[in-house]
């Protein structure tokens, strides 16, 4: 998959590279053709070529952290993942970034995608919560909200401390462009003199206590993103408030069965039976051939993978964009659209679930 879809990526020239934190550093890049610069949403990512330790490549997402409007650059805010002990290799993309990659080298990235943006469409209240490096698409939309829109906005930023803390003066900066936008950042390790001197706001973990102080009865559009630890435990206060599911944006990988503590539990696979026609009569189904089952499909997921998962179905996957091509399956009949061109064209008789929607009832050979 890599060979054929390398056509697609494109050489841009590292223009600077500044660091945020101890662990956390930003590089902008500039194509080397102007015509290669192509617009983004706020919230999307770049993927991006990383020479492994064989001699070949891997693929490697990064958030673009900078603004939309910021034509003819991205910038892309990285943390240092080193190794948590001696006999586990460092993080190889992070560490390549850090440690090799200075100004003036030259990456290869394939343009902005992901479906994990802000819907400008909405006029509602605004939260961006954010733990660790999380952050970097929240400020990505931070920066939209802040010059674009006159929505409310509270953003919340968790992290371990000060030294960690990066971007805090953007944020800062940002918010007090006009009114009606809230700052609030916890540190886990806040050291003595930190809430004092407003560092942070509140200490330890990020509680119902806190969000429900900071946020009055409303109904939010709330994007999250952080690790998966982080996101777990904030979609369970959410939605113990009250908050509506689908009012939850949120980004990582991993299945969405993550975010709740009922989805830590394996899922007991459906009593095999003979699989069902696809018929049109109430508009397509999508039929599981290996399990029997046949759905119809809802019209409103975002993706068939979307629409798999809310039914406790649980494809393999991991970027949700087409990159990866984990959750490749076998298209034994029918037709999908691709809302999302794939990384690299997908061959007959296969699809990836997470980039596509039924134009027909469908058969999967899952």
Known sequence: MLDAAASRFRPFEVVSKVRESTTI??????????????????????????????????????????????????????????????????????????DEIEPGAVVEIDPPRGAFKLDSASSGPVVLLSGGVGLTPTVSMLNVLARESDR?????????????????????QLAAQRSGIAV?????????????????HSTGFLTRTTLQSLLPLDDYDIYMCGPPPFMRAIYGILTGLGVRKERIAYEFFGPASLLSEAGQLTARPAMARAAEPATEGDGPRIV???????????GTSESILAFLEARGIEPEFSCRAGVCGTCEQG????????????????????????????????????
């Open 25 to 98: 550093t930003s590089f902008r890049l500039a194509p080397l053709e102007r015509q290669h610069w192509r617009p983004f949403e706020a919230g999307q990512f770049l993927t991006m070529r990383v020479p492994d330790r064989k001699g070949g490549h891997v693929l490697r997402n990064y958030t673009v952290s900078s603004s939309p409007r910021e034509e003819g650059t991205y910038r892309i805010t990285v943390k240092r993942e080193a190794a948590p002990s001696q006999d586990v290799p460092d993080g190889l993309s992070s560490c390549w970034l850090h």
């Open 288 to 298: 599981l051939q290996k399990s029997g089952r046949s759905l119809a499909w809802d």
């Open 152 to 172: 409310p906005v509270w953003f919340i930023h968790a992290c371990d401390s000060a030294a960690v803390h990066a971007l805090r003066e953007e944020v800062e």
């Open 331 to 366: 298209l034994v009949s029918g037709e999908v659209d691709y809302f999302e061109e794939p990384l690299d064209a997908m061959p007959d008789g296969r699809v990836l679930l997470c980039c596509t929607r039924p134009k027909s009832s469908i058969v999967l050979d899952l």
């Open 184 to 200: 609030h950042f916890c540190y886990r390790f806040a050291e003595t003199g930190d809430l004092a001197v407003a560092r942070c």
